[in-house]
């Protein structure tokens, strides 16, 4: 069971959901349709669509969480719905770098943005994927990003409003852009490492 603030708080809320007929896949859908809406009216642009999909993006990050502890605590996990959950987390936070960068092409970084926003949303997709196939080459139950003291690294979505609304768009795509990359070939390469350990050691 995830023990951070944000998994918490969502436990709480989903836990009067149990036994009705809302189920998993219902709050996944509602994740991915806010997020979605979300990368629309950032990648528009302007004060009112940014507030607003700043907004929408913080309830699809919680909403993320709120699927998760509902299929634990209800017991209604499955293979179909932790797929359906990956592959929207997957698209909707790779996304949200793409619309960034489509949002600043008008602005001094020009069409490079969009080229930043690509970069970046092409590196967090094979983050993702390679986190995945790694930890299952593991089969250990280790986690390539572990947090701490009630946080994930992934909580850092819950910010990625504030570069909005402060107006640090700019700064914050091409660091992701940067960063996104750097990360997705570090696990690239423990991946390769751990395939090719005999496989005697990865049961020890």
Not at 111 to 137: K, Q
């Amino acid at each position: 069971m995830n023990n951070t603030w944000s998994h918490a708080a969502a436990r709480t809320l989903v836990r009067p959901l149990v036994g009705t007929w809302v189920r998993p896949n219902h709050i996944t859908s509602l994740r991915l349709a806010t997020g979605v809406l979300a990368c629309v009216l950032l990648a528009r642009g302007g004060g009112t669509a940014e507030l607003w999909s700043g907004v929408l993006w913080v309830i699809s990050a919680f909403l993320d969480r709120a699927d998760g502890e509902l299929a634990r605590i209800g017991k209604m996990q499955s293979r179909r719905g932790h797929l359906y959950d990956y592959y929207t987390d997957v698209a909707l936070n790779s996304g949200f770098f793409l619309a960034a960068g489509i949002n600043l092409r008008h602005g001094w970084l020009g069409h490079w943005a969009i080229l930043a926003g690509v970069a970046a949303c092409v590196s967090m997709i094979a983050c993702c994927i390679l986190a995945e196939t790694y930890e299952n080459s593991v089969g250990t139950g280790e986690r390539v990003f572990e947090g701490g003291w009630g946080f994930q690294p992934d909580d850092a979505l819950y910010l990625l409003p504030l570069f909005v609304w402060a107006h640090w768009l700019a700064p914050m795509l091409l660091a992701a852009a940067v960063v996104t990359t750097i990360i997705a070939l570090i696990i690239w390469v423990r991946y390769l490492l751990e395939i090719r350990r005999p496989a005697v050691s990865r049961t020890q």
